[in-house]
């Protein structure tokens, strides 16, 4: 061993303990911006295109257009350093960014916002939902059989009861707790809620337990959406538009099309009025409605997660209906006011997040333009005068 290190030393080599191989660095990290932009602008063209993307058709299209030459490895770990992961794609988002959906987003974070300063009204936060008479868990013991594997949801489960509650900063609102046994057997629980049972709840329940004036934040079911100016559309039979023009001093010509007297509908079209926010309003206080797909904006469901956690862990099977309201009374007991405190705070963090997200993507950057040829022609005018000025001089 001592004969081969001298040896090693003698030819001017160092031994092998003393040898260190420094490691490449990695391709992607050599990159400019400009193609780790391009190759991120290639991959949202692509899904433009509705184009099913993998590594090896990614790594082809690069090639082709003559962007980037580079191994699956590296560009998987290229994409993944712009901020581009593998993972269940998720409608929702798409649907999040529709225009409707972004404008009802931003009304709400701007009335949100506003009243948060302003502190003129206390946020009141609405929703329903639903447990089962048995433990409802997603999990259960099964086998490689058919025999172990539930029939259809809600199988075992036994029966449903619907909840509609209410909570402010620190609490739920006293008195505004509704619980009853389901009997739809739609597989929907919002079938088991309507209209007139949930404005009954509203005027009987809520707002008299409201001891200020509050802004009560709700999402947009069909029961919370009762229309008082209801509008003509296309599935009004004709004279039942006619008599609506006419009611707003409007004369259609009897021999008008229903396309032609559904475009006077349009042009006098009007903000929706609802049964809801009226009679709120009676009583002081005012609705804030939830954009669609965005119940992280609404501090209850993480109340209705703690809830619900400590209802399966003490629910047993075969219970009455008041043994099932009594256990769920002692779940709602069982949320601590600094359970609501922590709640409601991390509803408004996401919704600051979202409204100074809203207010960057605002930003728009004034294109650039540079009209070369005018200023060479100035500057070539100029330069000639200057020419024969100089010749006339001399």
Not at 343 to 354: G, L
Not at 373 to 391: A, P, W, Y
């Amino acid at each position: 061993m001592v004969q081969k290190v001298v040896y090693k030393n003698k030819n001017n080599l160092i031994p092998n303990k003393e040898k260190k191989c420094k490691r490449k660095k990695p391709k992607t990290e050599d990159l400019s911006k400009c193609v780790k932009m391009e190759v991120r602008d290639r991959i949202y063209e692509l899904y433009r295109l509705k184009t099913n993307i993998t590594l090896p058709f990614l790594r082809d299209v690069l090639k082709q257009r003559g962007t980037l030459e580079i191994g699956l490895s590296a560009l998987s770990k290229l994409i993944k350093s712009i901020g581009f992961r593998y993972k269940k794609d998720c409608n929702r988002r798409y649907l999040c960014e529709l225009p409707n959906i972004v404008s009802q987003r931003i009304g709400f974070l701007r009335q949100y916002t506003q009243n948060e300063k302003s502190k003129l009204r206390k946020v009141v936060f609405l929703d329903v939902t639903w447990i089962f008479s048995n433990r409802s868990g997603i999990k259960s013991w099964q086998d490689e059989s058919v025999k172990s594997v539930k029939r259809k949801k809600g199988c075992g489960q036994g029966k449903r009861f619907i909840i509609l509650h209410a909570g402010s900063s620190t609490e739920f609102v006293s008195g505004a707790s509704l619980i009853f046994s389901s009997k739809s057997k739609s597989m929907d629980y919002h079938d088991n809620m309507n209209c007139e049972m949930f404005e009954k709840w509203l005027k009987e329940q809520l707002i008299p337990n409201l001891q200020e004036p509050s802004l009560i934040v709700l999402d947009n079911e069909s029961y919370h959406s009762r229309i008082l100016n209801k509008q003509p559309n296309g599935s009004w039979r004709k004279s039942e538009i006619y008599e609506w023009l006419v009611k707003e001093n409007q004369n259609p010509l009897p021999y008008m099309l229903k396309s032609e007297v559904l475009s006077i509908v349009k042009s006098l079209k009007r903000p929706k009025i609802y049964a809801v926010g009226e009679i709120v309003r009676e009583y002081g206080h005012e609705v804030l409605r939830l954009p669609p797909y965005h119940c992280q904006f609404n501090a209850i469901e993480l109340i209705w997660a703690g809830s619900k956690s400590y209802y399966e862990k003490h629910v047993g099977a075969g219970l009455r209906s008041d043994q099932v309201e009594a256990v769920w009374n002692e779940a709602l007991n069982h949320i601590t006011k600094e359970y609501w405190r922590k709640s409601v705070a991390h509803t408004k963090n996401i919704i600051r997040t979202w409204w100074k997200r809203e207010k960057v993507l605002d930003i728009q950057v004034e294109p650039l333009i540079i009209a070369p040829f005018e200023e060479d022609s100035e500057n070539d005018e100029q330069f000639s005068d200057s020419v024969s000025d100089n010749d006339s001089y001399n």
